[in-house]
């Protein structure tokens, strides 16, 4: 079993920054093996579905991220201390959502996991980002 908690999330101007981070435990935090795994953070505004804002791989590499935020947003992975993060910076008004983290085991990152919630085996319980303009 894999637990993932988010943080970070808060009520910022646009233009500000904003770190999220998802700490991993269970499984991998006792020494299972981890980098075969895809890590993602979504996003999802009342009524709406949830979108893929990045990936990355178990090992912290080959991240990616989905095209539409403009190189705003980075993703990054700590295996260290097993805490997923998104870095976003000049942060928009739209980017106003609750954010999600989301790990998938025993595969790498493809494409597909920046359009298909449901590859995910585990999520976390989300962290509210509002921008006000």
């Known amino acids: 079993q894999v637990q993932l908690v988010e943080s970070g999330g808060a009520t910022v101007q646009a233009g500000d920054s904003l770190r999220l981070s998802c700490t991993i435990s269970?499984?991998?935090?006792?020494?299972?093996?981890?980098?075969?795994?895809?890590l993602a953070w979504f996003r999802q505004v009342p009524g709406k579905k949830r979108d893929g804002v990045a990936y990355i791989d178990g090992d912290g590499e080959r991240p990616v991220h989905a095209s539409n935020l403009e190189g705003r947003f980075t993703i990054s992975f700590d295996r260290a201390e097993n805490v997923l993060y998104l870095q976003m910076d000049n942060l928009r008004p739209e980017d106003t959502a609750m954010y999600y983290c989301a790990a998938q085991g025993d595969t790498y990152c493809f494409q597909r996991h920046l359009a298909k919630d449901s590859l995910y085996d585990y999520w976390g319980q989300g962290t509210q980002v509002t921008v006000s303009s």
């Open positions: 269970g499984a991998i935090a006792t020494g299972y093996v981890a980098t075969y795994m895809c």
